[in-house]
């Protein structure tokens, strides 16, 4: 098999249900909040996918999917509060007038608590 269709489905692999975290799905949902692009979509899988590859380099590959896995469904658009600049969000963007984030609550923060230990212990 040459070389680019071997990276070409090493790509498809990492975003393909049941061999990984839906990355993709992830972030869509993160576009549908912040707003964006396809290019958007494409820059976040490019970095989910990149931090995938380090951790199995490091052979954590199996932490890292577990941790995406169980942080993903705690993922939600936060609004809070009204803003004109992002420099009035504490770390949010400011989207149509709102600040928003895309993230775990902090009432959720401890779900993947096992999940997040088990990749801590790999750095």
Same mark, same amino acid.
């Given at each position: ?8 489905? %090493?790509?498809?692999?990492? =975003? &393909? $249900? ?5 990355? /993709?799905?992830? +972030?869509?949902?993160?576009?549908? @909040? ?31 999917? %577990?941790?995406?896995?169980? =942080? &993903? $469904? ?5 609004? /809070?509060?009204? +803003?004109?600049?992002?420099?009035? @969000? ?34």
């Amino acid at each position: 098999m040459n070389r680019h269709w071997s990276f070409l489905l %090493l790509g498809l692999a990492a =975003f &393909t $249900p049941g061999c990984g975290p839906d990355i /993709a799905a992830l +972030c869509e949902a993160q576009e549908a @909040c912040l707003g964006g692009n396809d290019a958007d979509i494409d820059a976040c899988e490019v970095a989910f996918d990149g931090a995938r590859g380090n951790a199995y380099d490091i052979g954590c590959g199996e932490e890292y999917d %577990l941790l995406i896995e169980c =942080f &993903t $469904p705690q993922y939600e658009c936060m609004t /809070a509060g009204a +803003c004109s600049t992002s420099d009035e @969000c504490n770390g949010s963007a400011c989207i149509n007038g709102e600040c928003k984030r895309y993230g775990v609550d902090g009432a959720n923060a401890d779900a993947c608590e096992a999940q997040l230990n088990a990749y801590s212990r790999c750095d």
